[in-house]
DNA sequence: GTGAAAGCGCTAACAC
DNA sequence: GTGTTAGCGCTTTCAC
């Protein structure tokens, strides 16, 4: 059987509360006992039970990790890299994919609340706190952090891109290539990243003059196939754009495919530039160009802020804004009609 | 402050035994006070500890998952549809990624165990028990599944596809459409599942009375570039094949990037096929052919057998082979110059 | 049918 | 410096 503190405390000879003394290193045990009870401890291979000293120390050492869907690369990288930060930390992550759905993440929230978590990292949710589950953690007095998502509303530790800027860089860009009808697909309305990205999108063609058309905003879902009928419809449209800003490397590589299918030959009829820069944009011919959100900053902001909340270690609420940069690969250029 | 069973019992007029028996569904008791007692567990919102249960109940509920790598598509994948198994049957998953390396292996490893889990689900380690974390498993009797790995001197649950019928299937394809000189690039050989796959292709040859040729096996690592790297040197090596068999859909690409860049066409000049059917075969232009390994099953099994394993319900090992399946898209055709 | 009581392995006063 | 002891929230005999 596993030894415990017991076992340890016989074996050396003295009470288990000194056991425990060495093992946590608190109060005062002299030199000669602590080596007796380490050594006793190697030979043993002893080790202290999580469980049993979260029972009463408070603290699992393990995390809730809750996001829409581990298969979209995008949020598969985030969870690696807030793995690899906690993992250095000493805590370890359990994930929940949600698949956006609010049912699940209700239900994963306590799920993981009735297993002691020490904290939650939150990457779903709409815009408004009734629609998550930050509500219930929020009133457990539950360490959370929001990754990629926002709660303008709430006191709540955040990392996050600039997406207004990155909308701008990227339309920016297609200006600058010289496009000025210039479409945006961007996923639903009441998530506040696209939006945001959005608002930079119309910035940018304000700050070169060039006159919003209402028609060049196309909203879709998440999937690669929305990418793909979105663009489908915009190039059957009657005055088809000649650039494309699409809110993320998904959408735009079905807007890529589309436009193959379609004939449309990427970036020559049509340049297309994506957002979150994943593995998926060096795969796909052309390269995609792309606005890069800085993931493994991402991830290793957000574990180090649920875990010094955790620890107590922090005051104040953080909102942290990473820059997004603008990375320039195949699928944007100059558009083949100048006007 | 959470409810404990103690305020429960309190408000409920009964002893926390009671409640508890309510709780579990065992021993006798009488309707009302079930009754009662299920409606004041309402009031409170009440959620039994699952930490002090798992003190004295023995399980927690939680099992660990250890991969190379999360941010690998294969393998999110795979953690994806296990981890929606697990929650249908009421288990978390924490995840571990390893790198390949073996230290992490063993220090996730220890750390799961410290936690109580009450099982592991293994998808990386070499071919043999000593270089990988299943001593120590076994040894502490916590049950472990293999998935997408295999371990043949051991008895262990298993899960994985049929890598030997895959690598003959591939090969077959390529055979089919008349193809002669085809070349395989395999991940290191001290993987089972690799030399497999090499082992199918050989047979495939056989069965076609192709003569097999030792330098048309190029070994590499598991990264795209690895993929490019092995591919360039086929391409420029005297006298190419006219076909790939890439033993993953990550190094298939890496070969159809480093066929585009030397100008090399596919499939016009030269067929590649992989293995995997990850997301992304659909993304490259060509889209990938490929072997498809049936990964939500997999992921579904593995669940199924570590659980099982875990509630005592299953008694002899199992080794689940799965059969993998033939996609045809567009990077493989006949060879340009018919022999 | 129900409850008292003894743990599960550990931490944290507090006493010596 | 070290040991005693009272929990943490729950399960589980074993009486009644």
């Given at each position: ?257 589309a436009a193959r299918e379609l004939e ?5 009829h049509m340049s297309v530039i994506g957002?979150?820069?994943?593995v998926m944009a060096t795969l796909i ?55």
């Open positions: 059987m596993k030894p415990t503190i017991y076992d340890v405390a016989e074996k050396s000879g003295v009470s288990i509360a000194t056991v425990s003394k060495v093992i946590n290193n608190t109060g005062r045990i002299s030199k000669s006992t602590r080596e007796k009870v380490t050594q006793i401890m190697n030979e043993l291979q002893y080790q202290p039970s999580i469980i049993a000293s979260a029972l009463t120390g408070k603290i699992t050492f393990t995390f809730g990790m809750i996001i829409p869907d581990l298969a979209n690369p995008f949020f598969a990288e985030i969870a690696r890299a807030v793995e690899d930060r906690a993992h250095e930390l000493g805590f370890s992550m359990i994930i929940c994919s949600t698949d956006n759905s609010l049912d699940k993440e209700l239900k994963y929230t306590s799920l993981l609340l009735n297993k002691n978590v020490d904290g939650i990292i939150l990457a779903t949710g709409r815009d408004h706190e009734r629609d998550s589950s930050l509500h219930e953690i929020i009133s457990k007095k539950v360490p959370v952090v929001l990754i990629a998502r926002e709660m303008p509303a709430l006191a709540i530790d955040t990392v996050l891109v600039d997406d207004y800027l990155g909308g701008l860089q990227a339309t920016a860009h297609l200006i600058e290539q010289g496009h000025q009808r210039i479409a945006v697909i961007a996923e639903y309305e009441n998530i506040m990243s696209s939006r945001e990205r959005v608002r930079g999108y119309k910035a940018a063609l304000s700050n070169a003059g060039i006159p919003f058309d209402e028609s060049m905003i196309v909203n879709c879902g998440h999937s690669i196939d929305d990418g793909k009928q979105s663009m489908r419809s915009l190039i059957q449209s009657g005055n088809p754009p000649t650039a494309i800003f699409a809110c993320n490397d998904i959408i735009a590589i079905g807007a890529i495919q449309v030959k990427v970036p020559d957002f979150d820069n994943t011919a052309p390269q995609l160009t792309t606005i890069a959100q800085p993931i493994k900053e991402m991830g290793r902001y957000a574990a180090d802020l649920l875990i010094s909340e955790i620890k107590g270690t922090k005051s104040a609420k953080q909102r942290i804004v990473l820059l997004p940069e603008l990375v320039v690969r195949q699928s944007t250029g100059e558009p083949q009609i100048a006007k």
